[in-house]
């Protein structure tokens, strides 16, 4: 969670590689039309994502402040300011084929240091003691090396900590991917709701103020009793003998083994949780079959955060059920980041939002969390906009013209430097004023490189972070 957007783009924006081309743009037909006739505002074209920040709705901010009662609330800040610099800097467990190699790296450069040959020229009482000394050499390094993974186990103090701590972020973060969702598909009518990983209920929360009216069931599954337990005396209003504000709401601490189908299955910031990669998949592979419609994933907006989302998203495209990419991708191949071993960026997006304060002060603060995602759905394809390029970092506005990095269709990132007297003044006006994350309401052609002998490419910026 950072805690400044100006901090974040200085942090992320490295360089890349930008070519001598012109970029074809043809700009999606009624929304050319509309920006001819003024029916559509540029900052409105229907590849905008919103919002962009997002508060706690007042009786759900008033209700959390209730619960955590009488707890001492510089405790409760200093211990979630520990708990969010933990799940920031978290990596999946290591796999035995990441520690065997490791290991074989770790074991030549202790031979270097302390060379095998010497055992010959000691006593046995002597080399055993060579021995135990080089083995204890080679787990130290072993163990600064090896990322040493443990679950998060929260009880009742715990829940409250990552209430005050993480509620506000990761409501605005499932806000901004489900609003998304209702944006693409206006037709969406969940009658379902299914949410592995549930925590204190933030899916549920966002999911319920879309679609109140039309969702009958809410099943929220997490391993934390205690998390269920607060989830529960949220929608209460945090008084234990009211009334649930919602109808129809199930707690589980396992998955449920009946197959059950929802329209909506959510997994968010629970990738982390789970020890290796083949329960990951066994837990996604379990809520692919749970899904009738879409699926959300969503998780820290860390490099290994961006690697989980886009493995999960992979996995579960090669599955037997028929799926694809609704969002952020406009494809359905490897993410064009993470093929590219030697780039540590992420595939991630900003939302700024208001984190929550149980006192007077701070009020007003503007907090900046960087998320990672993937939205999917059964079935082929049918969003005819689903190929508009997405803005994957800020939009770099400058004199006369504006650049912007996308993710394209063709799986590739691509840079375009739009300019009115070039792309048309719809196109130009369309990408000035479009934001990391937006899409761009256009198709895009292929680069045309300009052959000029007294000019080479420049590499002003490498990578996009």
């Keep these: 969670m950072l805690s400044s957007f100006n901090y974040t783009q200085r942090s992320l924006v490295p360089l890349f590689l930008r070519f001598t081309s012109k970029i074809a743009v043809d700009v999606e037909p009624a929304v050319l039309s509309g920006l001819e006739q003024a029916t559509i505002k540029p900052r409105k074209h229907p590849g905008v994502v919103k919002p962009n920040h997002v508060e706690l709705p007042k009786q759900l901010s008033e209700t959390l402040k209730r619960i955590v009662g009488d707890y001492p609330a510089k405790k409760i800040y200093r211990d979630g300011q520990q708990l969010n610099s933990y799940i920031r800097s978290r990596h999946p467990p290591p796999t035995q084929e990441e520690i065997e190699d490791k290991k074989r790296i770790i074991v030549e450069q202790v031979n270097a240091k302390m060379p095998l040959d010497r055992l010959s020229m000691l006593d046995e009482e002597e080399a055993a003691r060579w021995n135990r000394k080089r083995e204890a050499e080679i787990n130290r390094r072993l163990g600064q090396r090896v990322y040493s993974w443990k679950s998060i186990e929260y009880g009742a103090y715990e829940a409250i900590v990552y209430a005050v701590a993480r509620g506000a972020q990761e409501y605005a973060v499932m806000k901004r991917v489900l609003t998304e969702l209702a944006q693409r598909d206006e037709n969406f009518r969940p009658r379902s709701f299914f949410d592995f990983g549930s925590g204190i209920g933030t899916g549920m929360w966002v999911a319920s103020e879309l679609w109140r009216d039309q969702i009958f069931e809410y099943y929220n599954v997490d391993k934390s009793r205690e998390m269920n337990e607060i989830s529960e005396l949220i929608l209460r209003d945090g008084h234990e003998n009211k009334q649930m504000s919602l109808r129809n709401v199930y707690y589980r601490q396992f998955l449920p083994a009946i197959e059950t189908q929802y329209d909506l299955v959510i997994i968010s910031h629970t990738l982390f949780e789970l020890v290796n990669q083949e329960q990951r998949e066994e837990v996604l592979r379990n809520l692919w079959r749970k899904c009738d419609g879409y699926l959300v994933i969503a998780e820290e907006g860390?490099?290994?955060?961006?690697?989980?989302?886009?493995?999960?998203?992979?996995?579960?495209?090669?599955?037997?059920?028929?799926?694809?990419?609704?969002?952020?991708?406009?494809?359905?191949?490897?993410?064009?980041?993470?093929?590219?071993?030697?780039?540590?960026?992420?595939?991630?997006?900003p939302i700024t939002f208001a984190p929550l304060r149980l006192g007077s002060d701070h009020l007003g603060d503007r907090h900046t969390s960087l998320y990672s995602y993937a939205i999917l759905k059964?079935?082929?394809?049918?969003?005819?906009?689903?190929?508009?390029?997405?803005i994957v970092r800020p939009t770099l506005v400058r004199s006369k013209h504006a650049i912007c990095r996308v993710c394209t269709e063709k799986g590739n990132l691509q840079e375009v430097i739009f300019t009115k007297s070039k792309h048309g003044k719809s196109a130009y006006s369309c990408a000035r004023v479009s934001r990391w994350g937006d899409r761009l309401p256009m198709s895009l052609g292929q680069p045309a490189q300009k052959h000029d002998s007294t000019e080479s490419p420049t590499t002003e910026e490498s990578s996009m972070a």
Excluded: I, M, Y
């Design 302 to 349: 860390t490099r290994r955060g961006s690697e989980l989302v886009n493995e999960a998203r992979l996995f579960l495209l090669n599955q037997e059920q028929e799926g694809h990419t609704v969002a952020p991708c406009p494809h359905d191949v490897s993410c064009p980041r993470l093929k590219d071993l030697t780039d540590r960026t992420p595939c991630n997006f």
């Design 378 to 390: 059964k079935g082929p394809p049918s969003d005819t906009s689903r190929s508009w390029p997405r």
